[in-house]
């Protein structure tokens, strides 16, 4: 582990990045795996996952797990969650940065419908997410 992650935080922390596959996800991966942190990345595109894992885990020697599911599903997150390895089980930092992108003309251009899916992919990405992470043991003894 890097000094500043001690410097920092003390520790090693756990991370856990939804929406690490591109743009403000990677970039938040990138940077806690620069501090030394364990980084667990999310997404839907396993190719890119895997891609990112051999960056960070190149670049800055940290471990990296994968999990590769559609946060919008419930049951697929929970699946994942309580799929993490025990090094990587206690999750003490959360990055709920996933969504999705649909649409990309101007607004005043854009179908609603899209607008529909991509609002409701990120509205539920938060409850779905945070719900399964704040029950671990780790998670719930922090947020007392």
């Known amino acids: ?3 500043a992650a001690y410097a920092k935080w003390g520790k090693q922390l756990t991370v856990l990045v939804t929406g690490a596959t591109v743009g403000l996800g990677a970039a938040a991966a990138r940077r806690f795996a620069h501090e030394g942190h364990k980084v667990v990345i999310t997404g839907r595109r396993l ?3 895997e891609t990112l894992k051999t960056e960070l885990s190149t670049s800055f020697k940290t471990p990296v797990h994968i999990l590769c599911f559609d946060v919008a599903d419930r049951a697929a ?3 994942a969650i309580k799929s993490l390895p025990a090094d990587f ?15 990309l003309e101007p ?6 419908d899209d607008w529909d899916k ?4 990120r509205a ?3 409850p ?5 992470v704040i029950q671990t043991p780790t998670a719930r003894a922090s947020c007392t």
């Open 1 to 3: 582990m890097s000094s």
């Open 47 to 49: 190719e890119l996952l």
């Open 124 to 126: 539920w990405s938060f």
């Open 77 to 79: 997150v929970d699946k």
């Open 118 to 121: 991509m609002i409701g992919k």
């Open 128 to 132: 779905n997410t945070n719900n399964r």
């Open 107 to 112: 607004a005043y251009k854009a179908d609603l």
């Open 89 to 103: 089980a206690n999750v003490s930092v959360l990055v709920n940065n996933a969504g999705l992108a649909l649409g």
